[in-house]
């Protein structure tokens, strides 16, 4: 071999040498940026996951409090409706009692009505 081709292929051997240390800077390079990638990512999808399971712990703490207020309104509807007939009285069963007083009342009034012209006449 002469010398130019040793040149040659000594220039050949130095650039697939330079272009494969490049393709290896460029690979690495990558590489790592996709790890920082993927990590950044981790991080983000756990923040996310703390987040939803920090929001569903609030909003099963807050359905127990609406299913506790719910059962005590449930029990105080109840109470309610036990003590409604022992405090209060239907409109028409005011006024069918009132009826009856109305009427014993007009029937004691004519008894002494007549009692008095039976002691006047006598």
């Keep these: 071999m002469n010398i130019e081709a040793l ?30 990638f993927n990590r950044s990512l981790d991080e983000r999808f756990a923040a996310m996951e703390k987040a939803r399971a920090d929001g569903q712990s609030q909003w099963t703490e807050r359905m127990q409090k609406n299913e506790a207020k719910l059962d005590e309104l449930e029990r105080d509807v109840r109470k309610i409706l036990v003590e409604l007939p ?13 009826t009856v007083i109305e009427g014993k009342i007009d029937q004691l009034a004519l008894r002494i009505q007549n009692w008095i012209l039976e002691g006047k006449n006598a």
């Design 86 to 98: 022992r405090e209060y009285v239907t409109r028409s069963d005011y006024v069918r009692r009132e």
């Design 7 to 36: 040149d040659h292929l000594s220039l050949l051997t130095g650039l697939v040498g330079a272009v494969g240390v490049l393709v290896s800077g460029y690979w690495a390079l990558t590489k790592t940026a996709i790890a920082a």
